[in-house]
T-cell receptor
Framework: GQNIDQPTEMTATEGAIVQINCTYQ??????LFWYQQHAGEAPTFLSY??LDGLEEKGRFSSFLSRSKGYSYLLLKELQMKDSASYLCAVSSNYQLIWGAGTKLIIKP | SAVISQKPSRDICQRGTSLTIQCQVDSQVTMMFWYRQQPGQSLTLIAT?????????ESGFVIDKFPISRPNLTFSTLTVSNMSPEDSSIYLC?????????????FGPGTRLTVL
């Protein structure tokens, strides 16, 4: 079967660093996406990894290990506006399989 | 990136009625998708809207309940038929940008549906 696991909820402090993990088991792999979704809004694209390693985009970085079926999203210098759900999605046979999302709560 | 609009943004409907949701894209796209997102849940793909042919439905979704039209490369509709309270959800249209290196999907703002 196809399965994507990520923690349901995480809490972090403003200004700190947080790492959101995602593990996956899929029949195919064409890349892994991270999306951000604020409450009541549509998801917005954050990052895409298709090769092993770290992709950095400003305060956000995403890491992929295909052999381990593992990715993480790293958020640095957390701001209150980073409070949102973070969705991991795997492109398997060119169809997106979505994780349930991790709700990130930022405390002052 | 594509700009996507959806109408209506929200609606409250009576049980047994039907609602048609429209999705308009500002550029021609090959792949358009319809998702459902129930409260506190992740995204569930309903179907892929194919231009000029019948939509491709995922397991658990059927054409009689969720008829889809795709008359051209910039527009699609999803109808939620014979609604029940279990259909209360956010319905999202998305398109895929196949320009490498990022084949990401872009989402419309969603339609929040409440069925009484």
């Amino acid at each position: 079967g196809q399965n994507i696991d990520q923690p349901t909820e995480m809490t972090a402090t403003e200004g700190a660093i947080v790492q959101i993990n995602c593990t996956y088991q899929t029949s195919g792999f064409n890349g892994l996406f991270w999306y951000q979704q604020h409450a009541g809004e549509a998801p917005t694209f954050l990052s895409y990894n298709v090769l092993d390693g770290l992709e950095e985009k400003g305060r956000f970085s995403s890491f992929l290990s295909r052999s381990k079926g593992y990715s993480y999203l790293l958020l640095k210098e957390l701001q209150m506006k980073d409070s949102a759900s973070y969705l991991c999605a795997v492109s398997s046979n060119y169809q997106l399989i979505w994780g349930a999302g991790t709700k990130l709560i930022i405390k002052p | 990136s594509a700009v996507i609009s959806q109408k209506p943004s929200r609606d409250i409907c009576q049980r047994g009625t039907s609602l048609t949701i429209q999705c308009q894209v500002d550029s021609q796209v090959t792949m358009m998708f319809w998702y459902r997102q129930q409260p506190g849940q992740s995204l569930t793909l309903i179907a892929t809207a194919n231009q000029g042919s019948e939509a491709t439905y995922e397991s658990g979704f059927v054409i009689d309940k969720f008829p889809i039209s795709r008359p051209n490369l910039t527009f699609s509709t999803l109808t939620v038929s014979n609604m029940s309270p279990e259909d209360s959800s956010i319905y999202l249209c998305s398109v895929e940008d196949r320009n490498p290196p990022d084949n990401e999907q872009f989402f419309g703002p969603g339609t929040r549906l409440t069925v009484l």
